[in-house]
């Protein structure tokens, strides 16, 4: 079974950062892939940032240079640094992993947090 438990949302205004973390807890499984998506109000939810085991990247392009993803593997926590923040990334933004177990890999999502970037 895995949990995610995510932290870190929250106001700020145009051009302030906010740091999110997500801490997996983790039965029976490796996690792999860790990230991060947000879905803003009346949109689909779309990839932000993950990160693999060994630290390589994909991003969405609207949030190149001013987020950035790390994690640390023997916690299995995954945080997202947020720099410039602009009133468009106003969404709820959820944790995700992707569980394995044998040949079987499960993606797990976190409650979401809520961030609000006022102009």
């Known amino acids: 079974q895995v949990q995610l438990v995510e932290s870190g949302g929250g106001l700020v205004q145009a051009g302030g950062s906010l740091r999110l973390s997500c801490a997996a807890s983790v039965s029976m499984f490796s996690i792999n892939v860790m990230g991060w998506y947000r879905q803003a109000p009346g949109k689909q939810r779309e990839l932000v940032e993950t990160?693999?085991?060994?630290?390589?990247?994909n991003y969405a392009d609207s949030v190149k240079g001013r987020f950035t993803i790390s994690r640390d593997n023997a916690k299995n926590t995954v945080y997202l640094q947020m720099n410039s923040l602009k009133p468009e990334d106003t969404a709820v933004y959820y944790c995700?992993?992707?569980?394995?177990?044998?040949?079987?890999?499960?993606?797990?999502w976190g409650q979401g947090t809520q961030v609000t970037v006022s102009s």
């Open positions: 990160i693999t085991t060994g630290g390589s990247t």
């Open positions: 995700s992993c992707n569980a394995v177990r044998g040949v079987a890999s499960y993606k797990y």
